[in-house]
């Protein structure tokens, strides 16, 4: 969100924590609007997508990073996986990304094309992990590879009424979940990619996700972001 607003953008920022998205917004000043809203709710997606156009106008762009995780090996020393949490993390991982690309859409479907045709562009999140799912991945992997495989047929749904679909699928990212860990595992971590051997910084993605809305012949595509990382069994 601070990438799009120092770009001149508009943001509405929505998250289940209304005070985390709250405290963003005052940063980021007039350009920005905060909604609370859990993805797996239609309701307040619906209306988090609703708000955002009553304050701009319009929506232009969607970038969807919601998500959550679990490690669980498929049958272990208790015997089966649990079901309930492969669930939850397909739920939230994948329909719920589905959830707000359908909704904010729906909203893109209502502009007026832009001079090049263009109605809005959404952006989703996978994870290397689509491809390079680790012992106990079996619940995340399959969502994000769900993602990505939702990437392009929905591109292809969207692509009459000019409006483009894309996905990131980052590495290893120095975020807050990694932040927790002891800083010499953060810098086992990071030098275990290629390169640049750290790990990637948000504004990364940041920049990454802001060149898919600018460049229209990006349509369809999941993009790897990782510095040529392919993770190992565990």
């Not at 309701?43 to 969807?64: I, K, P, T």
């Not at 397909?90 to 502009?111: C, S, T």
């Not at 750290?198 to 600018?214: K, Q, S, W, Y």
Request: glycine share 12%; net charge negative; aromatic share 4%.
């Amino acid at each position: 969100m601070r990438e799009i607003v120092a770009r001149g953008g508009r943001a509405a920022i929505v998250d289940r924590d209304a005070d985390k998205a709250r405290a963003l917004a005052e940063e980021l000043g007039d350009a920005a609007v905060a909604f609370e809203a859990d993805v797996t709710d239609e309701g307040s997606v619906a209306a988090a997508v609703d708000g955002a156009v009553e304050a701009f106008g319009e929506l232009r762009f969607v970038l969807g990073c919601a998500g959550i995780g679990w490690a669980e090996k498929t049958v272990g020393k208790q015997g089966a996986a649990n079901l309930q949490p492969f669930e939850t993390v397909i739920r939230v991982n994948l329909i719920g990304m589905y959830n707000v690309l359908r909704l904010g859409a729906a909203a893109m479907n209502e502009n007026d094309p832009d001079e090049r045709g263009e109605r809005g562009c959404v952006v989703m999140t996978a994870s290397i992990a689509a491809w390079d799912g680790q012992i106990g991945q079996t619940a995340y992997s399959a969502s994000k590879g769900g993602v990505a495989a939702l990437t392009l047929p929905a591109a292809r749904d969207l692509a009459g009424r000019g409006i483009r679909v894309n996905t990131i699928a980052p590495g290893l990212f120095d975020t807050p979940l990694l932040a927790a860990l002891p800083e010499d595992q953060r810098e086992a971590l990071g030098k275990g990619i290629p390169f640049p051997p750290r790990l990637g910084n948000p504004r990364e993605f940041a920049v990454l996700a802001c060149h898919i809305a600018e460049n229209q012949m990006l349509n369809g595509e999941t993009i790897r972001l990782d510095g040529a990382l392919r993770m190992p069994p565990r």
